[in-house]
T-cell receptor, first 113, second 116 residues
Framework: AQSVSQHNHHVILSEAASLELGCNYS??????LFWYVQYPGQHLQLLLK??????LVKGIKGFEAEFIKSKFSFNLRKPSVQWSDTAEYFC???????????FGTGTRLKVLA | NAGVTQTPKFQVLKTGQSMTLQCAQD?????MSWYRQDPGMGLRLIHY???????DQGEVPNGYNVSRSTTEDFPLRLLSAAPSQTSVYFC???????????????FGPGTRLTVL
C-alpha cells in the first residue's frame, strides 16, 4: 500500500531562518505530489504541486519543492520564513491512475518573531 | 463561486445517534472526497466519488456511508456515532481526468464533530 512519511512532526524556527520539511513516499510508479498548508483555524490550501517536467516546483508565498525520484522524496523549502508561515504542512501523493490521495501526518511549524 | 461548503461547522452527538454531514461544491468538479483529520494522523480518506452515482471506499470507511446523486453534493452519513468518530471532517473536490494537471483538491472549511 502507498504511504507518505513526514519525519519532522514539530519544527520551531526563528524568523529569517531557512526551512526544509521532508516528505518521502512509497510507490514505484508515476505519482502526482502536493504540499498543502493549514493555517490555524483554517482549511487546507494548496502550496504547490508536481505532475511532470521540471522537478523543482515553485509555489505560493516563496515556497518551493524538489522532486527526487531516486529518493522517492518531495521536500518543501523556503529560504527565509516569516512569522505568518506558522501553520501545519501536509505532503500528499496520488499514484497515477488511481483515485486516492494519501496524506502524510503533517508537520507543525512554529516561527518565532 | 462559493467553492466547497460544509455544514454544520460544529456538532455534538451522543453515542448511537446518526447524522449527515453536508458537502456541496459549485465548481462542477467530478471528484469529491471526505477525510477525517486526527492529531498526529494527518488526513485519512473515508470515501470518495468520481461522479454522480459512483462512490468507493478510502482508508477508513467503516461506520460511514456516502451517496452521490448530483455532481454538486456529497453527503457523509454516520449511521451510529461512536466516540472514535470524534474528529474534524473535511470535504474536498477536484476536476478529474486527462493528464491530471487539474487534479488539485479544494477543501471545505471542515466540520468539528464530538461524539460523547
Amino acid at each position: 500500500a502507498q504511504s507518505v512519511s513526514q519525519h519532522n512532526h514539530h519544527v520551531i524556527l526563528s524568523e529569517a531562518a531557512s526551512l526544509e520539511l521532508g516528505c518521502n513516499y512509497s510507490y514505484g510508479g508515476t505519482v502526482n505530489l502536493f504540499w498543502y498548508v493549514q493555517y490555524p483555524g483554517q482549511h487546507l490550501q494548496l502550496l504547490l504541486k508536481y505532475f511532470s517536467g521540471d522537478p523543482l516546483v515553485k509555489g505560493i508565498k516563496g515556497f518551493e519543492a524538489e522532486f527526487i525520484k531516486s529518493k522517492f522524496s518531495f521536500n518543501l523549502r523556503k529560504p527565509s520564513v516569516q512569522w505568518s508561515d506558522t501553520a501545519e504542512y501536509f505532503c500528499a501523493v496520488r499514484a497515477s491512475g488511481t483515485y486516492k490521495y494519501i496524506f502524510g501526518t503533517g508537520t507543525r511549524l512554529k516561527v518565532l518573531a | 463561486n462559493a467553492g466547497v461548503t460544509q455544514t454544520p461547522k460544529f456538532q455534538v452527538l451522543k453515542t448511537g445517534q446518526s447524522m449527515t454531514l453536508q458537502c456541496a461544491q459549485d465548481m462542477n468538479h467530478e471528484y469529491m472526497s471526505w477525510y477525517r483529520q486526527d492529531p498526529g494522523m494527518g488526513l485519512r480518506l473515508i470515501h470518495y466519488s468520481v461522479g454522480a452515482g459512483i462512490t468507493d471506499q478510502g482508508e477508513v470507511p467503516n461506520g460511514y456511508n456516502v451517496s452521490r446523486s448530483t455532481t454538486e453534493d456529497f453527503p457523509l452519513r454516520l449511521l451510529s456515532a461512536a466516540p472514535s468518530q470524534t474528529s474534524v471532517y473535511f470535504c474536498a473536490s477536484s476536476q478529474w481526468g486527462g493528464a491530471g494537471e487539474d487534479n488539485e483538491q479544494f477543501f471545505g472549511p471542515g466540520t468539528r464533530l464530538t461524539v460523547l
